[in-house]
């Protein structure tokens, strides 16, 4: 069994670089949460199957007798965005309110008392939406980088209309000097002062 599982393991690791799909284990009742961190009015939409490994047939089946208990929180606000009950296999879909994190929770519903749900296979848009992620954070840096040089070139234009009132300034009073002289000699040349 344990080599099976390994051989498994082995598998899914080989084919993870293609698939946008996470795979985990429960025993039991078991509940597993996965926390993303999402942009405010992200949509999410993921996939998910519950398996069963069959004794008998020595392989994983799906039990359609299986509930999935679903439910997606936002951390920070605590407010519930999903809490449903899906079949073995299912989708969901939900859009986040606010950005920050928030709690994406998966558990097989109980039916009885001895539930042998072991697996649970999630698949969702994760890769989509990483590389929207990404680009909203180049887009920020961006904006950024442009926000810098544009607050670098207000202040070397501020800079430069500081020193031309000042240059104004002392032509202005450099001349002023010089018309009082020359009008004072004027006035002396003439004798009417």
Not at 8 to 15: I, N, Q, T
Not at 22 to 43: A, V
Not at 105 to 115: T, V
Not at 148 to 164: G, K, M
Request: aromatic share 12%; glycine share 4%.
């Amino acid at each position: 069994m344990i080599k099976w599982i390994g051989l498994l393991v082995c598998v899914l690791a080989l084919y993870a670089p293609w698939a946008d799909a996470l795979y985990f284990y429960l025993e039991g009742s078991e509940k597993k949460c996965f926390l993303e961190e999402l942009p405010k009015e992200t949509m999410v939409t993921g996939t998910y199957t519950s398996e069963q490994w069959s004794d008998t047939q020595h392989r994983w089946i799906v039990n359609e007798q299986v509930k999935i208990d679903i439910s997606v929180e936002e951390i920070p606000q605590g407010n519930m965005v999903v809490s449903r009950q899906g079949g073995a296999k299912g989708r969901f879909t939900f859009t986040s309110a606010e950005s920050g994190d928030h709690s994406i929770c998966l558990s097989p519903a109980p039916a009885s008392w001895f539930d042998s749900t072991r697996t649970v296979y999630l698949a969702r848009k994760v890769h989509e939406l990483n590389e929207r992620v990404q680009d909203i954070r180049r887009e920020q840096l961006s904006q950024r980088e442009r926000e810098i040089e544009f607050r670098d070139q207000s202040e070397l234009t501020n800079s430069r209309v500081v020193w031309w009132t000042v240059l104004q300034l002392i032509v202005l009073g450099v001349v002023c000097v010089w018309q009082m002289r020359h009008f004072k000699s004027f006035f002396v040349s003439k004798k009417l002062v």
